[in-house]
């Protein structure tokens, strides 16, 4: 158990559909983050949250919509899905810079949601 | 930008050999660095960190020591277990003006223990 739960664990959609996916960390942490995994490309960064608020967001397309409603939930909110958006996406939290904590800069994953867009 | 590369995989050993896994990195800041572990359909783990030159960090037999001068931070472990089998992943961090910290990560290198 991570402290990290992603839901739902799979997910397939069609390019029409909305979807959200959802992340919940138990941790008391202050950032949270979006990722996407996909084979053979490096792990790339799509939003960070702080407080709640956004504060990094790597030039994801529109179609792709995070929210934060507060520092222990984070939902990805899809629509008009292409199929090379197939993968899996994870969330991390991290306790942050104003936590205190001697390792304030660690990742803390879930499970990853796997994303099948057809 | 910031950037890590670690070495192409797979890497593939058997029980109880010696593995290094090559990581090198390029930041304009001090960053700390990181080794993340992924098993499969499991999100990636901290496998240790190091926060300064010449730090070490350890866990589970795998060590890495924060080399400065050459920008590296290799993993090694003396002898591997078929249960080490995973993709692991080199990263670094650094300090966002957001508050929070933003990783990047290398591209992870498959690991295959054979019995």
């Known amino acids: 158990e991570t402290g990290v739960t992603q839901t739902p664990r799979h997910l397939v959609m069609g390019m029409t559909n909305k979807k959200s996916l959802k992340c919940e960390q138990h941790?008391?942490?202050?950032?949270m983050y979006w990722y996407k995994q996909s084979a053979k490309k490096p792990l790339e960064l799509m939003f960070v949250?702080?407080?709640?608020?956004?504060?990094e967001n790597n030039s994801v397309p529109s179609r792709f919509s995070p929210e934060c409603p507060n520092s222990s939930h984070l939902f990805l909110h899809l629509h008009t899905l292409q199929p090379e958006d197939s993968a899996l996406y994870l969330c991390?939290?991290?306790?942050?810079?104003?936590?205190?904590?001697?390792?304030?800069?660690?990742?803390?994953f879930g499970a990853g949601t796997r994303l099948s867009v057809l | 930008g910031d950037s890590v590369t670690q070495m192409e995989g797979p890497v593939t050993l058997s029980e109880e050999a010696f593995l290094t896994i090559n990581c090198t990195y390029t930041?304009?800041?001090?960053?700390?660095l990181f080794w993340y572990v992924q098993y499969p359909g499991e999100g990636l783990q901290l496998l240790l960190k190091?926060?300064?030159?010449?730090d070490k960090g350890s866990n589970k037999g795998f060590e890495a020591t924060y080399r400065k001068e050459t920008t590296s931070f290799h993993l090694e472990k003396g002898s591997v277990q078929v249960s080490d089998s995973a993709v692991y992943f080199c990263?670094?961090?650094?300090?966002?003006?957001?508050?929070?910290?933003?990783?990047?990560f290398g591209r992870g290198t498959s690991l295959i223990v054979h019995p």
């Open positions: 991390a939290s991290s306790p942050g810079e104003a936590s205190g904590a001697l390792a304030k800069n660690i990742q803390y």
């Open positions: 941790l008391g942490h202050n950032a």
């Open positions: 949250y702080n407080f709640k608020e956004q504060t």
């Open positions: 930041a304009t800041g001090y960053p700390s």
């Open positions: 190091a926060t300064k030159a010449d």
């Open positions: 990263a670094l961090s650094v300090p966002s003006s957001g508050g929070s910290y933003i990783p990047t």
